[in-house]
């Protein structure tokens, strides 16, 4: 689908390129119909690396299994919040500085985040694999939203980011249309994706109480990262479940 995405480009996506020129950013702005996907799910807004001024990852490792059977819920665990692209970006860097100087991994844990500001943000992205929860990088896409939500909810436009996310990822043929959808918590001992939240996540209609990761062989590899030896969240502050 990739390479003919350049050959198939629909009247309408030729027309909202020409909108977006006298609109600007009234248009780039708003969520639009993935160009190279005929009939995709809105997508929400999502800022790339460039936007947000990520640093160079430093390995990759593709995913060997897609589209992928599970998406995991994250939260950033610290209270620092944003409800702007400008705000969102510092602390997306700051969550990647985290990973790539205390952790000492490669690049930003997540596939993607998702701030209070209505806003989707590239981490790792669909195809590669992340750090964010043991047993599952290989096979899901990891979603953080930024700040900590143990006593309520993110808000209704992080919601919303959230769910077109992974409905967007569905129709890209990312994401399974099968999939399920998991909590942090549910792979190991964390509080993530915070109390209230994980509320949330277990309401989703995609959510699996008993998830069983695949067994997979990660010998296509051209990482420096191990894959499965780590997974945290930002800042020390993924407190271990309380007993
Ligand atoms: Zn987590």
Redesign the pocket.
């Known amino acids: 689908m990739r390479s003919s995405s350049y050959l198939v480009v629909p009247a309408s996506s030729l027309l909202v390129l020409l909108f977006g020129v006298f609109l600007g950013r009234a248009v780039l702005a708003s969520p639009v119909k993935h160009p190279n996907c005929i009939g995709a799910a809105e997508c929400p807004r999502i800022v790339s690396r460039e936007e947000w001024k990520a640093r160079k990852r430093l390995g990759f490792e593709l995913l060997p299994v897609t589209p992928t059977p599970y998406v995991?819920i994250?939260?950033g665990?610290i209270r620092r919040y944003c409800k702007d692209q400008e705000s969102c970006s510092a602390i997306v860097r700051s969550y990647q500085n985290f990973h790539m100087d205390d952790r000492g991994w490669y690049d930003i844990g997540y596939n993607f985040l998702v701030g209070e500001d209505g806003n989707v943000y590239t981490g790792r992205g669909w195809d590669y694999v992340g750090a964010?929860?043991i047993g599952y990088n290989t096979q899901s896409i990891g979603i953080?939203v930024l700040g900590d939500f143990t006593d309520f909810l993110p808000n209704a436009a992080a919601l919303k980011a959230l769910n077109e996310l992974i409905a967007c990822g569905v129709s890209l043929g990312k994401i399974s249309d099968k999939y399920n959808v998991i909590g942090?918590r549910q792979t190991r001992a964390?509080e993530?994706?915070g109390e209230s939240f994980y509320k949330y996540v277990k309401a989703l209609p995609r959510w699996t109480a008993n998830p069983i990761p695949l067994r997979t062989n990660t010998t296509t590899t051209t990482t420096t990262e191990p894959t499965e030896l780590r997974?945290?969240?930002v800042a020390g502050n993924?407190k271990p479940a309380a007993l």
Do not use: S, W
């Open positions: 995991v994250h939260h665990g964010h929860a953080c942090h964390t993530c994706p997974d945290n969240d993924d």
